[in-house]
C-alpha cells in the first residue's frame, strides 16, 4: 500500500536540504511537554494562503470554517442538492436536461440523477436535484453541493457568487466525473478541484484502480487494488496540494498519451477556502449508475455515499493516508557539542500524544492537535555526531479506538559546519574561488603516510614541482588533463610547501592517504576551505586523516572501509545534469577495486553508483546504492569527490574501458571546484 500527499515540497526534500518543517505562529498552550532536560515548543499550524488561487487550501484542517453555519450539526436534518447544469456536450448517464424547477420528475434516461438521489436517500438523507438556475439559491439548505457532471459554463455570475459564499460558510463541495470539465474561465473554481481540471480522455474501457489512501471513509472498505470502467481523465493543470485516495494503474494511464503514468489520481480531496471538497473523475459508465454489470460497481457506489457524507461533514473528512508523525531531524551546534533538532508534525486528524527517543535523550509531548508541528532539541553531548537514528511515537484515539505510530528517523553525520547540497553553505565572498580574469591555478596533492598506490609510484622528492619519474603516472596525467584546459598546475608531496593555498582555486588529494597532513596543515586546508578554496578527492584520499573528523565531513561524511579486487563493473550515472556527468551514457564500463566506506556518505549530491551485482561481489559493498562519485558544499568551499582511480590503465594509454569518461570525470569535476563551471547541479 502507497500513501501520497500531492504538495509541492516533500518532506524528504527538505530534510536533504536541512529545513526544519517548522510552522509560523505564536507558540500555544495545548501541547504540554513531559520530561526535561531539552528545549521544546510547540508551533499553532499556520495554513497559508494559496499564491494561484489566494485562498486556504490543502490538507490541513485549519483551512476549514468551522464557526460557519453550512457544515452539519448533531440534530440538523440532512440534506443535499445534486447540480447537474450542462453548457456542453452531455453525458449519456445525464440523459435529457431537466426540466425547470427543483425536483422536477426525472425522465428513463436521466439515470445518473436517479442512482445518485437513491444512493444518497439510503443513508437517510433528503435531496434536492436542479437544472436551474433561479434555484440554485439558499444553499445554506444543504450540507453538500454535488456537481454531478455539470459542464463548461454550468454556473452564471450570481451562481458562483453563491457557491463561493456557501463554500466559505463552511459548505460540503463534491466534484463528479465531467464536473471536471467545467468552469475553464473561473480559477476559484479550478482550485475547488483541486488545482485541476479535465483535459482529455482515451476510450471507455476496463483499468485497476489503486488504493492509495485507506484510511479514509470513502475507501477504508475496499481491497487494495479493484476493477473499474472508465474513460479516465487526464487533467490540465494536474491537482496539488490534495490527499489523493485512488489512482488508476500505470498500464492504463498510459494506453493514452497524456496520461499521467505511475501517478494518476482519480479520486482525491481536499479543505478549500473554509469548505470541503470531495472529488472523483469516476462515474462516465451509464452502468455505473444502473442495475447492468459492471466491474466494480459496489466499490464505486459506497465510494461516493461516503465521500458525500464526510463532505457534509456528518463523517470524518479527508482523513491523512497515515497517523504516523512528519519528523525533521536537523543536527546543530550550540557550544561546543552538536545538539540534534526534531521537528515532528502531527498529521492526523485527531490529537496525539508524541514521545520523541533517542540514545542521548528523550521527550514526550501531550495533546499535539492536528496539523501542529512540536520541535525539540536534545544534546548528544558529542562532536562529531556520528550518522543514527532516533524513534518518534505518536498515540491517539479515533472512534473510541487507539492507535499507536512509530517512525525512525535517520540523520547524517555532523561535524559542526555548514555542508551540504544548498549553495547557501559556500562562502562566495571569500577569496579562494575564481574570479573573472584570473589566473587559474591548483595545486596537486599526493603525499602518503601508509601504503602507496601503483599509480602514484614512488615518492616524490621535496620541494614545488619536482621532476616526475616514470612511474609517477597518475601526477604526470592529472596534470597534462588539467592543463589541457588552460590552467596551471603545481604539485607537491612535501609539507613545507602546503602553503599560501589562496594562490589555488582547487586543492586535489591524488590518494594521498593516512596522516598526508600535519597539524600546521590541516589548519592551513581549513582556512583555505572557509575562504571558499575548492577540494577534489580521487580515489585513496578516501583513506586519509581517520582521526581528523573535519576532513571525514569533507568528504562528504564518509571514509575508506575497505575494498575487493581490481575487477570491471558498471557505472550508473545518478545525475546527469552536473557538467563532471552530463556528457556520459547512462551506464559504462570501468575496471577498479570499489572502494566501501565507512561511515557512508550523507547529504550529498550523488554523481554516480556502481551497479548492485558488482557492489555486493563483496559482503560490505553497499548493493543497490553504492555511490562512487559526489559533491558537495563543506563550511565555505566546495568539494567534489570520486573513489575511481586505482587502476594504473587509467592514467596512461593503456586500453580501459570507460576511459574517457573518468578522465573527462575528473576534468570537469575540477573545474566545478574550481568554480569556473557550474558545481554539483542537482
Known amino acids: 500500500m502507497k500513501s501520497m500527499i500531492r504538495s509541492g515540497v516533500t518532506l524528504a526534500a527538505a530534510a536533504a536540504l536541512g529545513i526544519g518543517m517548522l510552522t509560523g505562529g505564536a507558540a500555544v498552550s495545548s501541547a504540554s511537554s513531559i520530561g526535561g532536560g531539552a528545549a521544546a515548543k510547540v508551533m499553532a499550524a499556520q495554513p497559508t494562503s494559496d499564491p494561484l488561487y489566494g485562498v486556504c487550501r490543502g490538507i490541513d484542517p485549519e483551512c476549514y470554517n468551522d464557526e460557519g453555519s453550512n457544515g452539519w450539526v448533531e440534530g440538523e436534518e440532512k440534506r443535499v442538492l445534486i447540480w447537474s447544469r450542462t453548457a456542453g456536450p452531455r453525458h449519456a448517464h445525464l440523459g435529457t436536461a431537466l426540466p425547470p424547477g427543483l425536483n422536477p420528475t426525472l425522465g428513463a434516461n436521466n439515470v445518473a440523477q436517479a442512482a445518485l438521489k437513491a444512493w444518497v436517500e439510503e443513508r437517510g438523507i433528503a435531496v434536492d436535484y436542479t437544472e436551474d438556475l433561479t434555484q440554485f439559491t439558499n444553499l445554506d439548505r444543504y450540507q453538500a453541493v454535488i456537481n454531478l457532471s455539470g459542464n463548461r459554463d454550468t454556473f452564471d455570475v450570481a451562481a458562483q457568487d453563491r457557491l463561493v459564499e456557501y463554500i466559505r460558510g463552511g459548505g460540503g463541495f463534491v466534484g463528479i466525473h465531467n464536473a471536471f470539465g467545467a468552469e475553464y474561465d473561473w480559477p476559484y473554481y479550478e482550485g475547488l478541484l ?6 482529455n480522455h482515451g476510450p471507455n474501457r476496463e483499468g485497476t484502480v489503486e488504493v492509495i489512501n485507506n484510511k479514509d471513509v470513502s475507501t477504508s472498505f475496499m481491497p487494495e487494488t479493484w476493477l473499474f470502467k472508465d474513460e479516465w481523465y487526464n487533467l490540465r ?88 508523525p512528519e519528523v525533521t531531524v536537523t543536527p546543530r551546534t550550540l557550544g561546543s557539542k552538536a545538539f540534534v533538532s526534531v521537528a515532528v508534525r502531527n498529521p492526523s486528524d485527531v490529537t496525539v500524544a508524541v514521545k520523541v527517543e533517542a540514545s542521548f535523550g528523550s521527550k514526550s509531548f501531550r495533546n499535539l492537535k492536528p496539523g501542529e508541528t512540536v520541535s525539540v532539541s536534545l544534546n548528544t553531548r558529542v562532536m562529531p555526531l556520528p550518522a543514527g537514528e532516533l524513534t518518534v511515537t505518536s498515540t491517539g484515539e479515533r472512534d473510541g479506538e487507539t492507535f499507536t505510530e512509530t517512525v525512525t528517523a ?30 587559474k591555478r591548483v595545486l596537486i596533492w599526493s603525499r602518503t603516510a601508509g601504503p602507496r598506490h601503483a599509480h602514484l609510484g614512488t615518492a616524490l622528492p621535496p620541494g614545488l614541482n619536482p621532476t616526475l619519474g616514470a612511474n609517477n603516472v597518475a601526477q604526470a596525467a592529472l596534470k ?20 599560501n593555498l589562496d594562490r589555488y582555486q582547487a586543492v586535489i588529494n591524488l590518494s594521498g592517504n593516512r596522516d598526508t597532513f600535519d597539524v600546521a596543515a590541516q589548519d ?7 575562504g571558499g578554496g575548492g577540494f577534489v578527492g580521487i580515489h585513496n584520499a578516501f583513506g586519509a586523516e581517520y582521526d581528523w573528523p573535519y576532513y571525514e565531513g569533507l568528504l562528504g561524511g564518509a571514509n575508506f ?40 556518505p550523507t547529504n550529498v549530491n550523488v554523481l554516480l553508483e556502481i551497479d548492485q ?61 574550481m568554480g569556473t563551471k557550474t558545481f554539483c547541479s542537482n
Open 410 to 439: 535517520e540523520y547524517g553525520s555532523y561535524y559542526g559546519v555548514c555542508r551540504g547540497i544548498d549553495p547557501e553553505c559556500y562562502n562566495d565572498e571569500g577569496s579562494n574561488g575564481w574570479v573573472e580574469g584570473e589566473e
Open 194 to 199: 483541486g488545482g485541476a481540471n479535465f483535459l
Open 561 to 600: 572501509l575497505n575494498h575487493g579486487p581490481n575487477r570491471e563493473g558498471t557505472v550508473e550515472v545518478i545525475n546527469n545534469k552536473d557538467v563532471s556527468t552530463s556528457f556520459m551514457p547512462e551506464t559504462w564500463l570501468f575496471k577498479d577495486e570499489w572502494y566501501n566506506l565507512r561511515p557512508y
Open 480 to 499: 597534462a588533463w588539467v592543463e589541457e584546459r588552460g590552467i596551471a598546475v603545481d604539485y607537491t608531496e612535501d609539507l613545507t610547501q602546503f602553503t
Open 613 to 673: 551485482a558488482t557492489s555486493e561481489m563483496r559482503p560490505d559493498g553497499h548493493g543497490e546504492e553504492h555511490p562512487v562519485s559526489w559533491c558537495q558544499y563543506y563550511d565555505g568551499g566546495r568539494s567534489w569527490l570520486t573513489t575511481l582511480g586505482h587502476d594504473v590503465a587509467g592514467w596512461t594509454d593503456a586500453p580501459l574501458p570507460g576511459e574517457e569518461y573518468f578522465k573527462q570525470h575528473v576534468q570537469e569535476g575540477i573545474e566545478s571546484a
Open 237 to 324: 493543470p494536474y491537482p496539488t496540494n490534495v490527499n489523493v485516495l485512488l489512482e488508476i494503474d500505470q498500464a492504463t494511464s498510459e494506453m493514452r498519451p497524456d496520461g499521467h503514468g505511475e501517478e494518476h489520481p482519480v479520486s482525491w480531496c481536499q479543505y478549500y477556502d473554509g469548505g470541503r471538497s470531495w472529488l472523483t473523475t469516476l462515474g462516465h459508465d451509464v452502468a455505473g449508475w444502473t442495475d447492468a454489470p459492471l466491474p466494480g460497481e459496489e466499490y464505486f457506489k459506497q465510494h461516493v455515499q461516503e465521500g458525500i457524507e464526510s463532505a457534509m461533514g456528518t463523517k470524518t473528512f479527508c482523513a491523512p493516508a497515515t497517523d504516523a
Open 524 to 530: 592551513r586546508l581549513v582556512e583555505y576551505i572557509r
